[in-house]
């Protein structure tokens, strides 16, 4: 399995142009989340889905929209870039094991920045 | 939400012991504590979890006080490879009624191992 995968690795916007930050996961894994995390900072939750076609926002959801039509891909898209979106974009997925337990897969990550 | 105070420093000596410390003391009864770790900017990687009891897998130990207000995480013979930001979390439910639980990262302990 290749488990978490995103693309680009790296990428330079201009400020109002608009991007689409790619994920698949192969672990038929119900769960997806976007994560980004600005330098010297933890992990902040931007989006998360529990399943095809089921999306809800997490704590930092302005400014992005997301889409969840297959098991397997978890896009994240950017529409108007801002410089304050400048940041390393994480997602992960996971799967229910027993109740409350369960872990998360997190992929390489998506450097991006907004100039 | 239930919220993890760890300090934002420590070193250890390869091979020996480093033990973590974390302290959530507004935990809840159902909620789990979970360990990641993240390496020089990659994905987080999963560590290890627990409820009340104490765990070890192949990684590391778990120690979670009686109260279940601070727990403890031991690499016992910590290596170079070891160097990281460890994340102590404890597992919020997210909305919808869902058992999906959000992990919440703060800013980590960063590890480092000298030789």
């Known amino acids: 399995n290749a488990g978490v995968t995103q693309t680009p690795k790296f990428r330079i916007l201009k400020i109002g142009q608009s991007m689409t930050l790619q994920c698949t996961q192969d672990?038929?894994?119900?769960?997806m989340y976007w994560y980004r995390q600005d330098p010297g900072m933890g992990l902040k939750l931007i989006y998360y889905?529990?399943?095809?076609?089921?999306?809800d926002k997490g704590e930092v959801p302005n400014g992005y929209n997301v889409s969840r039509s297959t098991t397997e891909d978890f896009p994240l898209r950017l529409e108007l870039a801002a410089p304050s979106q400048t940041s390393v974009y994480f997602c992960?997925?996971?799967?229910?094991?027993?109740?409350?337990?369960?872990?998360?897969?997190f992929g390489p990550g998506t450097r991006l920045t907004v100039t | 939400d239930a919220k993890t105070t760890q300090p934002p420093s420590m070193d250890c000596a390869e091979g020996r012991a480093a033990n973590l410390p974390c302290n959530h003391s507004?935990?809840?009864?159902?909620?789990?504590v979970y360990w990641y770790r993240q390496i020089h900017s990659q994905g987080p990687q999963y560590i290890i979890h627990?409820?009340?009891n104490n765990e070890t897998n192949e990684m590391a130990s778990l120690i979670i006080t009686e109260d279940r207000k601070s727990s403890t995480l031991i690499l016992p013979h910590a290596t170079l490879r070891d160097t990281a930001v460890y994340y102590c979390?404890?597992?919020?439910?997210?909305?919808?009624?869902?058992?999906?639980?959000?992990?919440?990262f703060g800013r980590g302990t960063q590890l480092t191992v000298w030789p």
């Open positions: 889905s529990v399943g095809a076609g089921i999306t």
């Open positions: 627990g409820l009340k």
């Open positions: 992960a997925s996971s799967y229910s094991k027993g109740q409350g337990a369960y872990e998360q897969y």
């Open positions: 979390i404890v597992r919020v439910a997210l909305g919808r009624g869902s058992t999906l639980g959000r992990l919440y």
């Open positions: 672990m038929n894994h119900n769960y």
């Open positions: 507004t935990i809840s009864g159902n909620e789990y």
